[in-house]
């Protein structure tokens, strides 16, 4: 195995402001990457996850693709964090859990104000099936560390990649450990 950690990130139900919140740590990113090295993530667009020493899941899951990227997370990652609120409890895509799933694609596609006449729910194959609930991570997999807030701040990823990297337990208290 690389000296350097090997990183896998990606986004499941989320919208991508956990990575957002990833880059802020700015120029420390470069001394970050001495010590590390990414694999499947959107600054390699790797499509799969390969032999990784972390795995960083932003979102939860809300379709089947979801759930397969998941496990491969999990099988490919020794150690699996869920990054930001969505990963954790399902964040602001589980604000549709208390709604019927039919009816809001009936009324998002179909029925809904200022949609064309003929509107359809879109059924090309291709497209992943939905969950009836947004789920969180952990209710699927093993999960071995939680980073919370929407999203965890700059400072809450350079304590805690920066502890991984040193070998120590991340030490996320104080402002570090938000939940907004
Ligand atoms: Fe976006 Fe917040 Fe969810 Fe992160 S936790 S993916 S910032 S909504």
Do not use: W
Not at 35 to 54: A, M, Q, V, Y
Not at 63 to 71: D, G, P, Q, R, Y
């Amino acid at each position: 195995m690389s000296a350097k950690l090997r990183v896998a990130t990606v986004s499941l139900a989320g919208c991508f402001g956990c990575h957002m919140s990833l880059l802020d740590i700015d120029e420390d990113l470069l001394e970050l990457l001495e010590h590390i090295e990414f694999d499947r993530s959107p600054l390699t667009d790797l499509k799969h996850c390969g032999p990784c020493d972390l795995g960083l899941i932003e979102g939860g899951l809300c379709n089947a693709e979801n759930i397969h990227m998941l496990h491969e997370f999990r099988r490919q990652c020794k150690v699996l964090v869920a990054v930001g609120a969505c990963a954790i409890n399902g964040g602001l895509p589980a604000q549709r859990n208390h709604l019927a799933l039919g009816a809001i694609l009936h009324q998002v596609y179909r029925d809904g104000r200022g949609l064309a006449a003929g509107s359809t729910i879109p059924d090309d194959p291709e497209l992943p099936l939905l969950l009836d609930k947004v789920r969180p991570v952990h209710e699927l997999v093993h999960v071995d560390h939680f980073l919370p807030g929407c999203p965890p701040s700059a400072d809450a990823f350079r304590e805690f990649l920066g502890a991984l990297i040193a070998g120590r337990p991340p030490r996320l208290d104080g402002p570090l450990l938000r939940y907004d």
